[in-house]
């Protein structure tokens, strides 16, 4: 069935890095573009990145520009967020979430993985 | 960045009767393809969120026909038509047409 499962969250301290992954299956994984949310304890939604179904688009939200980085690899059908310099505001679940298809207007996200949650903390 | 409010942040609603959250962007969200850029999602407890209403209208698949998504421009509203007890969580409303893409601050919707 199509869903996506993420990994790579833990605990970090502030100034380190993480690399999260997110794993597509059950549908052609380049044909869609890819989103990243997050949800501190407690908090309400918070878009990060975004990514195109063929990785030439890429937006970060402006917190996070210059220390998250977005990327694809097909051949695996897997997203990663490669996290630097992570602050305490960081801390949160992150979700990745499946965006608008080829062509398609929007960036309606109709399948989401669980999340993975990361901690910063020292 | 496009600031994305939503009332009432709670409701407390008899199962069978109608629910209603308005949202309102401060920026139009109306692009020059003719497709308006909000989307509606629910996060029920302990899940994680599902999209219910993309492009203002278009309800989800799988999505039942009592939710509906209305409005245009800056002022946009999801109605239930007949609330029913799976239908708890906290609802945002999400703008995607200016960058950052944000989400409202949330409804928490309960049931009676």
């Known amino acids: 069935q199509v869903q996506l499962v993420e990994s790579g969250g833990g605990v970090v301290q502030p100034g380190g890095s993480l690399r999260l992954s997110c794993a597509a299956s059950g549908f052609i994984f380049n044909h869609y573009g890819i989103l990243w949310v997050r949800q501190a304890p407690g908090k309400g939604l918070d878009w990060v990145a975004f990514m195109g179904y063929d990785g030439s688009h890429k937006y970060y939200t402006e917190s996070v520009k210059g220390r998250f980085t977005i990327s694809g690899d097909n051949p695996k059908n897997t997203v990663h967020l490669q996290m630097n310099s992570l602050r305490d505001e960081d801390t949160a679940v992150y979700y990745c979430?499946?965006?608008?298809?080829?062509?398609?207007?929007?960036?309606?996200?109709?399948?989401w993985g669980k999340g993975t949650t990361v901690l910063v903390s020292s | 960045d496009v600031v994305m409010t939503q009332s009432p942040l709670s409701l407390s609603v008899t199962p069978g009767e109608p629910a209603s959250i308005s949202c309102r962007s401060s920026?139009?969200?109306?692009?020059?393809?003719?497709?308006?850029?909000l989307d509606w999602y629910l996060q029920k407890p302990g899940q994680s969120p599902q999209l219910l209403i993309s492009?203002?209208?278009y309800r989800a698949s799988g999505v039942p026909d009592r939710f509906s998504g209305s409005g245009s421009g800056t002022d946009f509203t999801l109605k239930i038509s007949r609330v029913e007890a799976e239908d708890v969580g906290i609802y945002y409303c999400m703008q995607v047409l200016h960058l950052p893409f944000t989400f409202g601050p949330g409804t928490k919707v309960e049931i009676k």
């Open positions: 979430a499946r965006g608008p298809a080829t062509g398609s207007a929007g960036y309606s996200m109709d399948v």
């Open positions: 492009l203002g209208f």
């Open positions: 920026q139009s969200l109306l692009y020059s393809n003719g497709y308006t850029y």
